[in-house]
């Protein structure tokens, strides 16, 4: 990924943090996905008051992008509202492992701070090397692999 795609994925992650509905923790998470066409989705934390009923930035922008026809994915960034910044939880890495899978490659993590500063670099099969997904569970998914 070229140092201007980065940039402007990173802007958006963290201007999707403006657009989360965070009532009952009060932070906004932001995330940006880039796909294998180029394209860039965004996602943002929804919560509900009802537990359980919310879904993280990260899930939201795969989401956004699945809305739109795209499963193959590069690259995603996320946002957090602090100095330092945070992983995926373990649940948005299990869906980004997935859809390792559906592209065919390790999709690269890129962790920010709020004013868009990389705190960590890294990759969903250096978080979860040993991950389960389509493959393990003997799912075919060549279909999505447009």
Do not use: W
Not at 27 to 56: D, E, P
Not at 59 to 71: K, L, T
Request: aromatic content about 8%; overall charge positive.
């Amino acid at each position: 990924m070229d140092k201007k795609v980065k940039e402007k994925l990173i802007n958006s992650a963290v201007k999707a943090i403006d657009y989360a509905y965070h009532p009952i923790s009060k932070r906004g998470v932001g995330a940006a996905l880039l796909t294998k066409k180029g394209n860039i989705y965004q996602g943002a934390n929804v919560q509900s008051v009802i537990s359980g009923m919310g879904a993280c930035a990260e899930i939201c922008s795969i989401y956004n992008a699945v809305a739109h026809g795209e499963y193959c994915f590069e690259a995603i960034v996320v946002a957090f509202p602090s100095e330092k910044g945070a992983r995926p939880c373990g649940a948005c890495q299990q869906m980004i492992y997935e859809f390792s899978e559906v592209s065919g490659k390790d999709i690269k993590i890129i962790c920010v701070n709020n004013k868009g500063k990389i705190m960590e670099e890294t990759s969903v099969k250096k978080l979860m090397p040993k991950g389960y997904g389509p493959k393990e569970s003997g799912r075919d998914v060549n279909i999505y692999r447009k």
